[in-house]
């Protein structure tokens, strides 16, 4: 079943909150609440653009999403804020991945019930002058045990070292408040995570990936930072972003941000693990919604010595720190 349209539920202002403990209903109202207060934001921002919404249920188990797309706007190209809610049963093949990965309650031969809810955003900007954003935030529960994992990252085609330091500055000052340790660690994985061994460069210039966080044993209050995490990310990025659109580009910077978003569709598909989890049963129409609408391929570009485009390869290949 599928409903297409604009988002029927009325919009709030302010950061969506919980109350006490993340019960399963809670994230996901949660969740939708933040959709809805991020669909708002981004219209504003845009200018002239305004989201379609497509809301879906499961063709497998239980549960429902809604894919929302803003194209051709005034500062987005293509912006999309999905959420997923699932109830299921584990395969044998994500039940393996996920053991692997160290979750000792999963067993690897699958068939356990799962409940999962996400949040995920990518943003791809008109403006070559604008860095491209993504970020997600997601819950999984299998019986008692319960995991949060997410990330906010930026991919520039032209470095603006301020905009970049301003963005990492805003991530190890919210980390901060919970643990001295959360940035330097998050921002190394997100280093790890976005990379593309084949070119040995990396897809951005970071910020943070977490996975499989767990409440037991958690230093800090893991619920309350997994909420003021994503309920920050477009203020992590907005304020810059908005400036930056306002710059004038040419026809040839914009040529280098099609071939570089090249590099972003080369590791969506060779390597990002949600979107092979997606594709073993998932909605490829909301899989793949996080496609750049333009992109180019061209055989063996290489960049003027000395050139912007030349800094920004160099930087890929060796991330530094940015605060």
Request: hydrophobic share 35%; net charge neutral; glycine share 8%.
């Amino acid at each position: 079943m599928r409903r297409q349209g604009r988002v029927g539920a009325p919009r709030s202002k302010g950061r969506p909150r919980l109350d006490g403990k993340v019960k399963a209903l809670q994230f996901d109202s949660y969740l939708q609440s933040l959709q809805r207060n991020m669909i708002a934001t981004c219209e504003e921002i845009d200018g002239s653009g305004q989201f379609r919404v497509d809301e879906f249920k499961r063709e497998r188990g239980e549960g429902f999403g809604r894919t929302c797309v803003l194209e051709n706007g005034g500062l987005f190209e293509k912006a999309a804020i999905n959420i997923s809610v699932i109830k299921d049963v584990l395969s044998e093949e994500r039940a393996r991945a996920m053991s692997e990965r160290g979750r000792s309650s999963i067993e690897s031969k699958g068939g356990q019930e799962y409940e999962a809810e996400a949040l995920s955003l990518v943003f791809h900007p008109r403006n070559p002058m604008v860095p491209t954003l993504r970020a997600d935030v997601r819950r999984f529960k299998v019986a008692d045990n319960i995991w949060y994992g997410g990330g906010c990252d930026i991919t520039t085609v032209y470095l603006h070292d301020e905009d970049i330091r301003r963005f990492h500055a805003y991530w190890k000052d919210l980390c901060d408040k919970y643990s001295g340790d959360l940035y330097p660690e998050f921002k190394a994985w997100c280093d790890r995570y976005f990379y593309i061994p084949a070119r040995k460069e990396h897809r951005g210039v970071g910020g943070l990936f977490f996975d499989d966080l767990e409440e037991e044993g958690c230093p800090y209050d893991l619920e309350n930072f997994v909420v003021e995490f994503s309920s920050g990310i477009l203020e992590s990025w907005s304020p810059f972003a908005t400036m930056r659109n306002k710059q004038a580009f040419t026809e040839e910077e914009k040529e280098w941000q099609l071939i570089r978003r090249g590099r972003y569709i080369e590791f969506n598909l060779l390597y990002d693990r949600g979107i092979k989890f997606g594709l073993n049963g998932g909605r490829m129409e909301s899989i793949m919604v996080s496609a750049p609408p333009n992109v180019k391929w061209k055989y063996n570009v290489i960049p003027e010595k000395g050139s912007e485009e030349e800094r920004l390869v160099e930087m890929l290949k060796n991330p530094q720190e940015w605060v």
